[in-house]
Each structure stands twice: as structure tokens, then as C-alpha cells.
């Protein structure tokens, strides 16, 4: 029978993956609506305020669905974030430019989990689900680029030439030496390289915030280290780009305020860390499957390792202070 067995009886039932899938977003954007609902009041440009919005009335909406499919199943519901979590009249701690980027950043992992979690489920209507989600995200995102474009701080990926000609590699040299001559980046690591310096240097900036106005001393810690590991990571990806002469992604850093007011719980601030730890995690891995040549290939084995590190510590921090809400487990 392979794969395939007898539909189930009860067509309210969940599989592990559609439970995980449901409460993984759930958490996620109890999370997001948290940070929006900030976001709409330190906002100023009068372009930028209908994309957070948007990416808040997204985040209501999932919830009312994730809560009716998880009820319907006899399912706990998360406890997630509330506004317990939230000051939204804390002072600004972010421009108005690093919240869109942070937009963009966090709409990518949004479309990337969905796309996970549609083809790892079964159910048509959990199935139908995440397939709306990805639309109404693909709709966001391309709001988001067609403003970014016109903002100072955008650069594009890097450009290449066309080729002239089908060719094909002719020896196993193409995975090159880490001494002697190395071949050209090819596009692809030229655009991992390039998406990867990217998101971990907003890992860096994101920390530095959140270093300030966190209220634990150990979290606060762990945030100044993870300042440190991806800053260092981000710098990596960008000296590999600058070898070739090609440009790289604008850092974020100095669009961090001073205020030392935290809008955000401990909690809150060390499982968004968790959670962009795991996504790096993800993207560092599938960039290491596209990459040939070998100083690339022990860059990317360096930055996972430093990942590695970061996800052990904060997991450890949630435990300590009780903020890690179990997933369902098996009997």
C-alpha cells in the first residue's frame, strides 16, 4: 500500500504534521500581531503604515482559522503571546525603514513555512488553507518590494552576465582548492551568499535592539553574543561577495534607536531569537547543498555550527524561566 492508506473516518482528525504545522503558526503570529500592533504605533510614513497593517489583519485572520481547526479536533490551543507580551507605548526602538525591512525578512520565512506545511498536509481544507496563506503573502511581499525599491538602503542581488553558449563543466576542478586559484561564483552562490548576508545581518541588528531593552541579565547576554556570531557571519558572506567585486547587502544597525524601554516580554524576545535561529538553520543548509566550491562549502560548515551554538543557549534560557510551551506529543 505504500504511503497511501484508507482515508480516515474522522474528517476533523489531525496527522503529527498538520498539529505542527497549525501550532508552530500559531505561536508564530500571536507572536507577529504582538510586534505589529508596535509597530502601528511608532509608525510615522504614511507608505509603510498600510503594509504593517496588512501583515496584522493577516495575522488576526490565521489565528480565528489555526483556533477553528484546532478546536474542531479536540485540540489544546497554544497560549502563544498575548498583549501580556506588548507595550505598544514604549518609546521607538526602530525606524520606520527597519520596519519594513524587518517586513520583508519575516514575510520570506512566512512564505517559506507555508509552503512546508501545504505539502505536508493531508486534509483539502488544511491543504486550501495554507495555499491562501501563500497567496495573501506573495501579495504582501510584493507590496513590500515594489516600496522597498524606492527606499535609500535597497540593493538589488547582484547581476551576472549572460553566458555565451551551453557549457559544461569539464573536470572536477570546478569544486575548487582552498589553495591556488578559485573559479568565479557561479548564481547561485552568488544569490545564497547574497540572501544569507542578508538575513543574518538582520539577526545582528535585531539582537543589538533587543540587547537594550531586554530585562534578564542572561537573555541580554545572549542577545550581545548573538550580535557578535552573526555580525561575524554576516561579514563572512560579504567578504566572499567582495572577492568577486560584487556589492553587498546594507546593515541595519544604525537604524536602531537608543531607548533602553523594552515594548517586548523576555519571552517574547528570546522565542523570536529561537525562531531565527531554526530558520537560519534551514537556509544555511539548503545553501550548503548549492555550493561547489570548498571555501564556500567550510564557510557555510562555520555559520552552522555558530547557529548550532545560538539554538542550544536560547532553547536552554526558555526552559530555565518556563516559557517553552510543549508541542502535542505522541501517547
Not at 504614511?46 to 495575522?59: F, V
Not at 512564505?111 to 504582501?140: H, M, W
Not at 544597525?253 to 523594552?262: M, P
Not at 548549492?290 to 555558530?306: A, C, E, G, Q
Request: hydrophobic content about 40%; some cysteine; glycine content about 4%.
Amino acid at each position: 500500500m505504500g504511503i497511501f492508506r484508507k482515508s480516515k473516518t474522522n474528517t476533523n482528525s489531525l496527522t503529527a504534521a498538520e498539529v505542527s504545522a497549525l501550532w508552530l503558526q500559531y505561536s508564530g503570529d500571536s507572536m507577529a500581531i504582538c510586534i505589529f500592533k508596535y509597530f502601528l504605533h511608532i509608525v510615522e510614513n504614511k507608505e509603510i503604515k498600510p503594509i504593517l497593517e496588512n501583515a496584522l489583519q493577516l495575522s488576526e485572520s490565521h489565528i480565528t482559522k489555526i483556533t477553528e481547526f484546532l478546536t474542531r479536533a479536540n485540540f489544546q490551543i497554544p497560549l502563544g503571546f498575548t498583549d501580556n507580551d506588548v507595550n505598544v507605548n514604549a518609546p521607538r526602538l526602530f525606524s520606520d525603514q527597519f520596519l519594513l525591512f524587518y517586513s520583508y525578512i519575516m514575510t520570506i520565512h512566512g512564505i517559506t513555512g507555508y509552503s512546508l506545511a501545504f505539502t505536508n498536509c493531508e486534509r483539502p481544507d488544511i491543504q486550501n488553507y495554507f495555499s491562501e496563506c501563500l497567496v495573501s503573502a506573495k501579495e504582501l511581499f510584493q507590496n513590500i518590494v515594489a516600496l522597498a525599491k524606492n527606499q535609500p538602503k535597497y540593493i538589488s542581488v547582484p547581476s551576472i552576465p549572460s553566458p555565451h553558449g551551453t557549457k559544461f563543466v569539464e573536470s572536477p576542478g570546478f569544486i575548487s582548492n582552498l589553495i591556488g586559484d578559485k573559479r568565479p561564483l557561479n548564481s547561485s552562490e552568488i544569490s545564497t551568499l547574497f540572501f544569507n548576508s542578508t538575513k543574518t545581518g538582520f539577526v545582528s541588528s535585531l539582537s543589538l535592539a533587543f540587547s537594550q531593552v531586554a530585562v534578564r541579565e542572561d537573555v541580554r547576554n545572549f542577545l550581545l553574543k548573538n550580535v557578535k556570531l552573526a555580525g561575524k557571519d554576516a561579514e563572512s558572506f560579504d567578504a566572499l561577495l567582495q572577492q568577486e567585486q560584487l556589492p553587498i547587502p546594507e546593515k541595519w544597525d544604525n537604524e536602531i534607536t537608543d531607548s533602553t524601554v523594552s515594548p517586548f516580554s523576555d519571552k517574547l524576545i528570546m522565542f523570536h531569537a529561537g525562531f531565527l535561529v531554526n530558520a537560519a538553520l534551514t537556509y544555511y543548509g539548503a545553501s550548503l547543498g548549492s555550493s561547489l566550491r570548498s571555501d564556500i562549502i567550510v564557510n557555510y560548515s562555520k555559520v552552522f555550527t555558530h547557529a548550532m551554538e545560538a539554538g542550544v543557549i536560547s532553547y536552554n534560557i526558555m526552559v530555565k524561566h518556563g516559557w517553552m510551551e510543549k508541542q502535542p506529543e505522541a501517547d
